[in-house]
């Protein structure tokens, strides 16, 4: 609420963080009662005897959107393992069915499980492989080399101005900046990645004619190709027919080969964006989507929170941008860094309509699997470091939580009578879906702008 008026009017406009009093849980808990109560009756009143459940599974039935079908997918985990010492936000209300999110996932904390099916053994490992990604980045050689790149001095003055604007914004109204100039570094860095560094590929032009080519399937790299890490190649064809030429596009994935070739799709995009962030200075993740596609997490230290950096659409800090945006479902979101691993699920969906069903592995074994690979990058830390990281991660899980539990008082104040579900004014008042709205504003207003190499076709 602090951040709200305090927040400049520009770019796809951060989400604050709403800060949920305790008059708020007992109103909302009292309002939940009541309408669950009426609710009940009514259910019970009008169903057969035969079909008639016992109350206490009324009351997890109660969240589960009546509109979709049996095989609704179950929403992404919502439930983290209760953390000692953390004050857990459901137990303010003890006396109520504590609300649970999605009918699949009732109130029982998750425990860890060591994967065994080959189901799960396969996720884990295809997990272990994915989480290099971000370790390949911490070479401080290539690291200095890929910072003569960027145009240091360009991005640092922009983001300088940006930083300035953001304090007498926030000065004028006795307000934190909205953030900080790290933040405002990554942000100038990713509109010149974008406008002027990397290039989107579809099909390659032809380097001989530059006509359109056509796509004739998969190549064996070449030697050189081979060598600088490429293990498929896509083969197109000039479709002027007095050129006939071949094209080759080797889909790289080694940060540093893609500095010099610049061009790609998502992967490739998100692969070269994120290793110079960290070239930059910033702590970074690179995260994984199960519906083919892969973004950046910067951490702010200004807001003490990992912030969502999708370079191909030139978003910041718009989470939404996917299931709202896009109107995508999405299963999972995994993150990855140098020093840990996350489940990220639940800043992307916020909405178990948005969510698909994950069956890739038990949340069990999620967990498990997780565990390992953080504690394979954090075994040489020393306490401290450990510790404060773990600080973090428990931080993150608050943050998690209070999105589940924003995302159930907006659904309850849409079934509540005179909610918004009655008035169809449900956009108004979700902050979330404004923000996602103004984001794909601002990236059809690019593409109206012509910017360069601006993807048109989320392809892989
Ligand atoms: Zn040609």
Redesign the pocket.
Same mark, same amino acid.
């Given at each position: 609420m602090d951040n709200r008026s305090g927040m400049p009017r520009r770019k796809p406009v951060p989400q604050p963080q709403q800060q949920l009093s305790e008059n708020w849980a007992q109103d909302l808990t009292a309002q939940f009662r009541r309408t669950l109560s009426t609710k009940r009756m009514n259910d019970l009143s009008r169903r057969p005897a035969s079909q008639r459940r016992a109350p206490s599974s009324l009351a997890t039935e109660f969240f589960v959107d009546r509109s979709a079908s049996a095989q609704t997918p179950p929403a992404p985990s919502r439930q983290a393992p209760p953390v000692p010492g953390v004050p857990h936000l459901e137990a303010q209300t003890p006396m109520t069915p504590p609300p649970s999110y999605n009918a699949s996932l009732k109130n029982i904390p998750i425990v860890p499980t060591a994967p065994t099916d080959s189901r799960s053994l396969r996720f884990r490992s295809m997990l272990m492989s994915l989480s290099n990604t971000p370790c390949k980045w911490e070479n401080p050689g290539l690291l200095d080399e890929a910072l003569g790149v960027i145009p240091l001095e360009r991005i640092y003055n922009a983001a300088q101005e940006e930083s300035d604007l953001f304090e007498a914004e926030a000065a004028s109204l006795g307000k934190k900046p909205a953030w900080g100039y790290q933040d405002c570094v990554i942000r100038a860095l990713m509109k010149w990645f974008r406008r002027e560094f990397f290039e989107w590929v579809n099909n390659p032009k &032809?380097t +001989? &004619?530059h +006509?359109p080519t056509v796509a004739k399937g998969m190549a064996a790299p070449l030697s050189d190709e081979s060598a600088r890490g490429a293990s498929r190649v896509e083969l197109y064809q &000039?479709s002027?027919q007095y &050129?006939q030429?071949y094209e080759r596009f080797p889909r790289y994935n080694d940060a540093f080969v893609l500095l010099q070739t610049r061009r790609g799709r998502v992967g490739e995009w998100a692969n070269c964006f994120t290793m110079l962030c960290r070239a930059i200075g910033s702590r970074v993740r690179w995260v994984w989507n199960a519906e083919d596609h892969v973004w950046t997490e910067v951490y702010s230290v200004h807001r003490k929170r990992w912030v969502h950096v999708d370079c191909c659409e030139e978003a910041w800090d718009a989470p939404l941008l996917y299931t709202q945006g896009w109107r995508k479902k999405l299963s999972y979101c995994i993150a990855f860094s140098a020093d840990g691993c996350a489940d990220v699920t639940r800043r992307y969906v916020r909405d178990s309509n948005c969510a698909v069903r994950r069956n890739k592995c038990s949340e069990g074994d999620l967990i498990h699997i997780l565990r390992e690979i953080k504690a394979m990058r954090r075994k040489d830390m020393d306490k401290k470091e450990k510790f404060r990281l773990m600080s973090e991660d428990t931080r993150e899980d608050e943050e998690f939580r209070r999105n589940v539990i924003e995302s159930l008082a907006l659904t309850i104040s849409r079934i509540l009578p005179g909610g918004d579900a009655a008035t169809k004014g449900s956009q108004r008042s979700d902050p979330d879906a404004q923000k996602a709205a103004e984001a794909r504003q601002e990236a059809e207003l690019l593409r109206a702008r012509g910017v360069r190499g601006a993807p048109n076709q989320r392809q892989q």
């Open positions: &032809c +001989a &004619c +006509a &000039c002027n &050129c030429s």
